[in-house]
């Protein structure tokens, strides 16, 4: 058993969401987009090993590392073009 949960949605859901966002957009051409967007998966845990180990149990199948960014935060991102896929450990008390 972990000491963390990842806030993880749907799968099939968020996949078919993103084609249908990709569908309109192509379809659309006058709808501006982003310069930059951002996917990001949320990870609780009040320990800061375990909020750790939720991010790296996320980096780790994107290839990329976590990264302590300082006061109890840890972020792993990886860039698919302008888009940005992430993960972020967040302190108790800093959630709402």
């Not at 379809?27 to 609780?44: G, K, Q, T």
């Not at 790296?56 to 896929?85: Q, T």
Request: glycine share 10%; no cysteine; hydrophobic share 45%.
């Amino acid at each position: 058993m972990t000491d963390y949960v990842i806030r993880s949605g749907d799968r099939a859901a968020f996949l078919a969401g993103l084609r249908e966002l990709v569908d309109f957009l192509t379809a659309n051409p006058a709808v501006v987009v982003p310069r930059h967007a951002s996917v990001v998966v949320l990870v609780d845990a009040s320990d800061p090993t375990a909020r750790r180990d939720g991010v790296e149990s996320v980096a780790a199948p994107l290839g990329v590392p976590a990264e302590d960014i300082g006061r109890g935060y840890f972020d792993a991102r990886r860039d698919f073009g302008p888009i940005s896929y992430g993960v972020v450990g967040i302190p108790p008390e800093e959630r709402q």
